[in-house]
């Protein structure tokens, strides 16, 4: 019931392409979902977060698309660029808790 | 980013050795985080501290310890290392008003345990 699970475990995307990580969830606790962004040699760092009051948050490029009725969430990169290279989790948290479930992650390579 | 930083940044051991990481931060926050991150299992959850005094077994306890010697300082001890704890480790302050909580991650530390 603890757990997020992530998929795909890796992705190649052409630049300009858009690349679409996908989530789910059990636990309907679960009222707060981030998106942390890693890159190679570095901790990982926020890129989106999602509540579940809304069924999209979009920050630029980045798009968190969420289905509370499936239990799934997932994030679009559009038009993606070599420099999105990079390892990108998915999170779930209950609030007030102050931790988080993550994801196994998704290595993105996106071509030039 | 200097504001959480992990000493050592990359350690060699052997099986049965004591070793400590080191965290700390300069960003005031009272939150403060250890997880591991093996290829394929994500990033773990190991201990996590909500302030000085207070000090909580996260999914993985088992094989560590911590000790929080001030706010800013959070450390994670291995008594007996094995094999099976080669692995990254990061730090992670937390904050935020409310109920919602962004975790900011140090540079990490990788850790092999011969």
């Known amino acids: 019931q603890q757990q997020v699970k992530q998929s795909p475990q890796s992705l190649i995307v052409q630049k300009g392409g858009i690349s679409i990580i996908n989530c789910a969830y059990e636990n309907t606790a679960f009222d707060y979902f981030p998106w942390y962004q890693q890159f190679p040699g570095k901790g990982p760092a926020l890129l989106i977060a999602?509540?579940?009051?809304?069924s999209e948050k979009k920050e630029g490029r980045f798009t968190i698309s969420f289905n509370k009725s499936a239990k799934q969430f997932s994030l679009h990169i559009m038009d993606s660029q070599p420099g999105d290279s990079a390892t990108y989790f998915c999170?779930?948290?209950?609030?007030?808790?102050?931790?988080?479930?993550f994801g196994t992650g998704t290595r993105l390579k996106v071509l030039a | 980013d200097a504001d959480v930083t992990q000493t050592p940044r990359n350690r060699i051991t052997k099986t049965g050795k004591r070793i400590m990481l080191e965290c700390s931060q300069t960003k005031g926050h009272d939150r403060m985080y250890w997880y591991r991150q093996d290829p394929g299992l994500g990033l773990r959850l190991i201990y996590y501290?909500?302030?000085?005094?207070?000090?909580n077994k996260g999914e993985i306890s088992d094989g560590y310890s911590v000790s929080r010697q001030a706010q800013a300082k959070f450390s994670l001890s291995l008594e007996s290392a094995i094999p099976n704890q080669t692995a990254l480790y990061f730090c992670a302050t937390g904050e935020g008003a409310g109920r919602y909580n962004e975790q900011f991650f140090g540079p990490g530390t990788r850790l092999t345990v011969l």
């Open positions: 501290s909500f302030d000085v005094k207070d000090i």
């Open positions: 999170a779930a948290s209950i609030s007030g808790t102050y931790k988080y479930i």
């Open positions: 999602i509540r579940p009051d809304v």
